[in-house]
């Protein structure tokens, strides 16, 4: 039975009451004329082409229009003449703004219907179904209404046109925003309804999938006589179909026959790109999958619907469905033809570069077809572009014959999202790693995609002579030799720390490569992000690790990087000033020893906005090591640089001499100012170092083991008070319920009401009559 609809409407007016269209403004008379219909609450069938109900609406209106108005009494009439006393003004017509929508379900669809009332109601938040047999009420506000019923209708029909255009029949069309549908193969689409897949499916997303029928099976079962199978292929032009392949069914995507041959039908197939021809009888139409929901989550259950059917029966329905959606400005699922790319690429990024493609082009997910190496990117319309010009790249760069190399530039549409620099083709081995597991950890920790691209020719080796500094001949060779161009897609921050952290990794293998200069800076005169190279006379590192030039960086702000005696400062021209003011007082304050007062100097330190200035200490505590590994644990705690600078106060005497002042310095400071959480920790937790470090120095520790033995104590009181609260409130919790309990109402048979353990009796069979029937 074909679903029904009607809209519920208010009564019409009383008998006799006239409606002026003059007297009244234009959206009354409208509703004044409805009323004058007198059908305006019986059900009205979409489909009966015997009755235009609007142009009978039309009528109406323009008679009440043109009806004359009542002649007004005559001016100086006679006053005992008794006039005729006007009708009695009707009471104007009461028409609900929002009525109920209607929507009449077969048997079957009504139960369908029932399971997902609860998803519905959850898509469409604010309205409320009520089914009352196979008759469906949908209340609530117009938008949300008009979309559960369009929930509703899909259910009602199964049936949901992937073609462009107004709904027609009950069947509703993929312009609205709110809808997807996905083509699913005979097989996997077998007890689909009411099974685990669909409930995951609509759990796992977020979604409401609704199953409907084959592409247009109603309208083709009405197709007779001869030629009608020939006629039936011809609706199914530019969808996706399975046609038989051999013995099997593969998909394919319907064609229109040429003109020469009317009677067979033209394929591309999915799996290698080809047209051939085809019998009508040897195609069938695939199952439809209506997918409702918000535009992301919908997109991620069609993407994961695709992956299953890709892996499983359907080998190329991704890029079918791609061919086959139209190009969505917002999310949407595109398979560019220029996006056909070898198996070494695909091969490539199955190497665990996909997530890292994604997420810096934005796109969602990437798949490639299993038999034509297609790509397939689902995304926004800028993230499919970029995706799509990026694997245009990686083609070109990466697919050439063993031993040569790209010799094409970097694409100009590719241009501005780039950065390039060259490093030496020695090191290239040592930057890519064992499996390529060293680039891929850069590209992992900085969100960028790093392509080697290509190899650039430099001068030949020189011949040694007996007046040449060997070592220095062999940085000049490997300055001016053979280079490797590197390309780096991100965003600009990612990509020239990037750089930075490469060019540190050539520095290390290659002590010298960067010639110093006098000044020992190398700075770029830029206000945006830039590198500053830096030269130090001892190594900043005191081991392999990069501890001190993560704490430097946490501090300043600025990514830093360290080889040996040279750092790399990375960040804005700010950044890059502080990094560089912050580098004085790192390594003097690291090289700072016990029997030296060296201390870092700070010029100007109060009119600072970067720097907290803690008390002071005398010198047996700021020299001793525990104070300074406590100081380095706070630091990384916190991420700034705990450090005592040469400050002395102008009042010092000999027994405040020695005292030196203990700094904060951070830009998380400056931010936040010196009334922060961070602030407000540092010094109380710096102010108690200091503390704790001269009640040592003064009695060996006795003093801070009794504090540290009172702290310990007062936790475990702490401890076993809050668990005692806890065993009250239990308790408490426990008579509360059993005194409720008690005081519950006992019923007639002398339970308690509320005691659902206790089985309560059957009733008694009530006796009949003699002569009555008990059957």
């Given at each position: 039975a074909a679903p029904s609809r009607r809209t519920i409407a208010p009564p019409p007016p009383a008998s006799g009451a006239r409606c002026r269209g003059a007297a009244r403004p234009a959206p009354l008379r409208c509703a004044c004329a409805m009323a004058d219909f007198g059908g305006f609450g019986g059900p009205m069938e979409d489909d009966n082409d015997d009755v235009d109900f609007w142009a009978q609406m039309d009528m109406q209106a323009e008679e009440v229009a043109a009806a004359p108005e009542a002649p007004p009494v005559a001016a100086g009439a006679p006053a005992g003449k008794q006039q005729e006393?006007?009708?009695?003004?009707?009471?104007?017509?009461?028409?609900?703004?929002?009525?109920?929508?209607?929507?009449?379900?077969?048997?079957?669809?009504?139960?369908?219907?029932?399971?997902?009332?609860?998803?519905?109601?959850?898509?469409?938040?604010?309205?409320?179904?009520?089914?009352?047999?196979?008759?469906?009420?949908?209340?609530?506000?117009?938008?949300?209404?008009?979309?559960?019923?369009?929930?509703?209708?899909?259910?009602?029909?199964?049936?949901?046109?992937?073609?462009?255009?107004?709904?027609?029949?009950?069947?509703?069309?993929?312009?609205?925003?709110?809808?997807?549908?996905?083509?699913?193969?005979?097989?996997?689409?077998?007890?689909?309804?009411?099974?685990?897949?669909?409930?995951?499916?609509?759990?796992?997303?977020?979604?409401?999938?609704?199953?409907?029928?084959?592409?247009?099976?109603?309208?083709?079962?009405?197709?007779?006589?001869?030629?009608?199978?020939?006629?039936?292929?011809?609706?199914?032009?530019?969808?996706?179909?399975?046609?038989?392949?051999?013995?099997?069914?593969?998909?394919?995507?319907?064609?229109?026959?040429?003109?020469?041959?009317?009677?067979?039908?033209?394929?591309?197939?999915?799996?290698?790109?080809?047209?051939?021809?085809?019998?009508?009888?040897?195609?069938?139409?695939?199952?439809?999958?209506?997918?409702?929901?918000?535009?992301?989550?919908?997109?991620?259950?069609?993407?994961?619907?695709?992956?299953?059917?890709?892996?499983?029966?359907?080998?190329?329905?991704?890029?079918?469905?791609?061919?086959?959606?139209?190009?969505?400005?917002?999310?949407?699922?595109?398979?560019?033809?220029?996006?056909?790319?070898?198996?070494?690429?695909?091969?490539?990024?199955?190497?665990?570069?996909?997530?890292?493609?994604?997420?810096?082009?934005?796109?969602?997910?990437?798949?490639?077809?299993?038999?034509?190496?297609?790509?397939?990117?689902?995304?926004?319309?800028?993230?499919?572009?970029?995706?799509?010009?990026?694997?245009?790249f990686l083609h070109s760069s990466w697919d050439h014959p063993k031993g040569q190399s790209p010799t094409s530039l970097v694409p100009p549409p590719l241009a501005g999202e780039c950065s390039t620099f060259e490093i030496p083709q020695d090191v290239v081995g040592a930057i890519i790693g064992a499996q390529q597991k060293t680039i891929r950890k850069i590209m992992d920790d900085h969100g960028c995609f790093i392509v080697p691209h290509r190899e650039l020719k430099g001068e030949g080796k020189r011949e040694a002579t007996e007046d040449d500094d060997l070592l220095e001949l062999m940085f000049e060779h490997v300055r001016r030799g053979s280079t490797q161009e590197m390309v780096v897609f991100g965003p600009a921050r990612a990509r020239r720390e990037v750089e930075g952290r490469i060019m540190a990794m050539v520095e290390a293998k290659y002590p010298g490569y960067h010639s110093r200069p006098p000044s020992s800076e190398l700075l770029q005169?830029?206000?945006?992000?830039?590198?500053?190279?830096?030269?130090?006379?001892?190594?900043?590192?005191?081991?392999?690790?990069?501890?001190?030039?993560?704490?430097?960086?946490?501090?300043?702000?600025?990514?830093?990087?360290?080889?040996?005696?040279?750092?790399?400062?990375?960040?804005?021209?700010?950044?890059?000033?502080?990094?560089?003011?912050y580098l004085p007082w790192v390594v003097t304050w690291l090289s700072t020893k016990r029997a030296s007062a060296r201390l870092p100097h700070i010029v100007d330190a109060a009119s600072r906005r970067d720097l907290l200035l803690l008390p002071t200490a005398p010198q047996q505590v700021w020299s001793s090591k525990w104070i300074r590994n406590a100081m380095l644990k706070l630091s990384r705690k916190h991420g700034a640089w705990l450090f005592f600078?040469?400050?002395?106060?102008?009042?010092?005497?000999?027994?405040?001499?020695?005292?030196?002042?203990?700094?904060?310095?951070?830009?998380?400071?400056?931010?936040?100012?010196?009334?922060?959480?961070?602030?407000t920790a540092l010094l109380e937790q710096g102010t108690a170092l200091i503390n704790d470090a001269e009640e040592w120095e003064v009695d060996g520790g006795k003093t801070w083991s009794k504090k540290q033995h009172a702290k310990q104590e007062k936790m475990l009181r702490d401890a076993e008070k809050k668990r005692q609260e806890e065993e009250e409130a239990e308790k408490e919790r426990k008579r509360q319920e059993e005194a409720a309990a008690a005081a519950a109402p006992v019923d007639d048979l002398g339970l308690n009401a509320f005691d659902e353990s206790v089985p309560l009796p059957m009733p008694a069979t009530p006796a009949f009559p003699a002569g009555m029937a008990t059957s």
């Open positions: 006393e006007p009708a009695p003004a009707a009471a104007p017509a009461v028409v609900e703004e929002d009525p109920p929508a209607i929507v009449s379900l077969p048997g079957d669809r009504a139960e369908e219907l029932a399971r997902k009332r609860e998803r519905i109601e959850s898509f469409a938040a604010g309205v409320s179904l009520h089914l009352d047999g196979t008759l469906l009420r949908i209340h609530g506000p117009p938008r949300e209404r008009r979309n559960a019923e369009r929930c509703a209708l899909t259910i009602a029909s199964r049936s949901c046109s992937l073609r462009s255009g107004a709904a027609e029949g009950g069947v509703i069309s993929e312009d609205v925003g709110d809808l997807s549908v996905v083509p699913l193969p005979e097989d996997f689409a077998k007890d689909w309804r009411s099974s685990e897949r669909e409930a995951e499916l609509e759990k796992d997303f977020g979604v409401l999938a609704v199953l409907c029928d084959a592409v247009d099976t109603r309208k083709a079962d009405l197709i007779r006589g001869p030629g009608a199978s020939i006629r039936k292929a011809k609706r199914l032009i530019g969808q996706v179909v399975e046609a038989k392949w051999g013995n099997a069914y593969a998909i394919a995507v319907a064609m229109r026959p040429l003109p020469s041959s009317p009677r067979v039908m033209r394929l591309l197939w999915a799996y290698d790109g080809s047209v051939s021809e085809i019998s009508p009888d040897e195609l069938r139409p695939l199952t439809q999958l209506a997918i409702f929901g918000a535009p992301e989550d919908r997109m991620k259950a069609v993407l994961h619907l695709l992956s299953k059917m890709e892996e499983g029966p359907a080998p190329g329905i991704s890029w079918a469905y791609a061919f086959t959606s139209p190009a969505a400005r917002s999310l949407g699922v595109e398979a560019p033809p220029d996006t056909r790319v070898s198996w070494r690429v695909k091969d490539k990024l199955g190497w665990g570069l996909t997530d890292i493609f994604c997420r810096v082009t934005g796109c969602l997910s990437v798949t490639f077809t299993r038999m034509c190496v297609q790509a397939v990117i689902a995304g926004s319309q800028a993230a499919r572009w970029y995706g799509s010009k990026l694997l245009q005169d830029t206000v945006g992000i830039g590198i500053d190279k830096v030269w130090i006379d001892v190594d900043f590192e005191a081991d392999a690790s990069d501890e001190r030039a993560s704490l430097l960086a946490a501090a300043s702000g600025c990514a830093v990087y360290s080889a040996g005696q040279m750092l790399f400062f990375v960040g804005d021209r700010r950044e890059r000033r502080r990094g560089r003011d600078d040469d400050w002395l106060p102008n009042t010092a005497t000999s027994q405040t001499e020695d005292r030196r002042r203990m700094v904060a310095a951070s830009v998380e400071i400056e931010r936040h100012g010196t009334r922060s959480e961070m602030a």
